[in-house]
């Protein structure tokens, strides 16, 4: 009876030191290129939200190939805020957490939406220009004060209506990631 046990026991350790052996790390530092599957968009995506891609590059550690190109990645958003209207734009980053079934922990990728400042003062300006020039022609001098605060006003009020400048990271879009740290998981 006690050489089956330890016959049981030796063999359990030699299977969980073969398991060992064959389980796959990404090591930190390696840079991975990823398409991902969806738009990723600071305006409807929320932290924790997770995205899906396919890998670019094949991942060879020691000679073997750990992830082939166009295996499966996952991530998540780690950051986003929703765009203002007439200022501060829309911010998304997003990381992976699994290359091939292997969990990592990877750089954070962000991407902010472009400024308000040159559209905004493209609209307002506009309106102010447009609202005196209207007002110097019905009015004179005082037409043209008035007339410029009134297109201002009217300005502001269409930066207001299409002003949000969300973050995006299109469907399809190619984004580089660093490995910072990697898990094991059994190979396939």
Do not use: W
């Not at 840079?31 to 939200?49: W, Y």
């Amino acid at each position: 009876m006690k050489v089956n046990i330890r016959l049981a026991l030796t063999m359990a350790l030699l299977l969980a030191l073969a398991m060992a052996a064959s389980a796959a790390t990404i090591p930190a530092g390696t840079k991975v290129s990823v398409r991902i599957n969806r738009e990723l968009d600071s305006g409807k995506d929320r932290a924790g939200d997770p995205f899906d891609g396919v890998l670019q590059n094949a991942i060879v550690v020691n000679g073997k190939t750990v992830a082939a190109r166009g295996a499966t990645v996952r991530g998540r958003v780690t950051s986003a805020k929703d765009s203002g209207r007439i200022h501060k734009p829309g911010y998304i980053s997003i990381r992976l957490t699994e290359i091939n079934g292997i969990p990592v922990n990877t750089s954070a990728v962000g991407r902010q939406g472009k400024s308000h400042t040159k559209s905004n003062v493209t609209k307002i300006g506009g309106g102010a220009a447009a609202g005196a020039l209207i007002g110097a022609l019905a009015g004179g001098g005082k037409g043209a004060a008035i007339g410029a605060g009134v297109g201002a006003g009217a300005g502001t009020g269409v930066a207001y209506a299409t002003g949000k400048q969300q973050a995006v990271f299109p469907a399809e879009s190619l984004v580089s990631f660093t490995v910072t740290s990697s898990g094991a998981a059994a190979r396939r």
